[in-house]
């Protein structure tokens, strides 16, 4: 959250997705309080707040599909997939 993207493999890319599409989805709420407190039981008080303040308002009329995986050529060491997640902008 903080960074806006990171390189992972492809399993932990996909898993990470679904969690931060919930988290988007929360922060997008009117409450800002609210959001912030449901998301610092998830998250560290930081990312909470740049999630609500941030992130949240950006995909205000998105209805979902918040991330975007991009794969990448295997890892040499390996052989494992490897992808950038990202915040779609």
């Known amino acids: 959250i903080s960074k806006g993207r990171i390189?992972?493999?492809?399993?932990?890319?996909k898993t990470l997705r679904t969690g931060i599409?919930?988290?988007?989805?929360?922060a997008k709420k009117e409450d800002?309080?609210?959001a912030q407190r449901l998301l610092v039981?998830?998250?560290n008080a930081a990312s909470a707040k740049k999630l609500v303040t941030e992130i949240?308002?950006?995909f205000k009329d998105?209805?979902?599909g918040?991330?975007?995986?991009?794969?990448?050529?295997p890892r040499a060491s390996d052989g494992s997939r490897m992808v950038i997640i990202e915040f779609v902008s």
């Open 66 to 73: 918040y991330t975007r995986i991009m794969h990448l050529p």
């Open 32 to 34: 800002v309080v609210a």
């Open 56 to 58: 949240g308002p950006s």
């Open 21 to 26: 599409e919930k988290l988007i989805t929360i």
């Open 62 to 64: 998105r209805k979902g």
């Open 7 to 13: 390189t992972t493999t492809e399993a932990r890319g």
């Open 41 to 43: 039981q998830h998250v």
